[in-house]
């Protein structure tokens, strides 16, 4: 069993920058390839961002490429999202999703099977 845990969203302006936390618990979190999801108001939720179990091969949705940057620490359990040169269209409620036992990256949705529940990040012009 996993439970992951975010905090850091809030309300920010255009052009400033956030760093999302997600806490995991669980003895599998060093082997887990974990990802950053968001769902914007009347839209499907959709991949942002995912690092492998080592944090060493990363991944982002085009949209987001060059501006975010995705991180891990192990030894504290944690997968970091870090948000910069933010815009209004970046606002939705960002969760973490882990791929537990699975130590390679993912763009799907499915392959993940634990999620946090989210945090707002919104964004104003």
């Known amino acids: 069993q996993v439970q992951l845990v975010e905090s850091g969203g809030g309300l920010v302006q255009a052009g400033d920058s956030l760093r999302l936390s997600c806490a995991a618990s669980?003895?599998?979190?060093?082997?887990?390839?974990m990802g950053w999801f968001r769902r914007a108001p009347g839209k499907e939720r959709e991949f942002v961002a995912a690092?492998?179990?080592?944090?060493?091969?990363?991944v982002y949705a085009d949209s987001v490429k060059g501006r975010f940057t995705i991180s891990r620490d192990n030894a504290k359990n944690t997968v970091y999202l870090q948000m910069n040169s933010l815009k209004p269209e970046d606002t939705a409620v960002y969760h973490c999703?882990?791929?537990?036992?699975?130590?390679?990256?993912?763009?799907?949705?499915?392959?993940?099977?634990?999620w946090g529940q989210g945090t707002q990040v919104t964004v104003s012009s």
């Open positions: 999703a882990a791929r537990a036992g699975a130590p390679y990256i993912s763009r799907t949705e499915k392959s993940y099977n634990y």
């Open positions: 669980g003895r599998t979190f060093s082997s887990s390839a």
């Open positions: 690092i492998d179990w080592s944090g060493g091969n990363t």
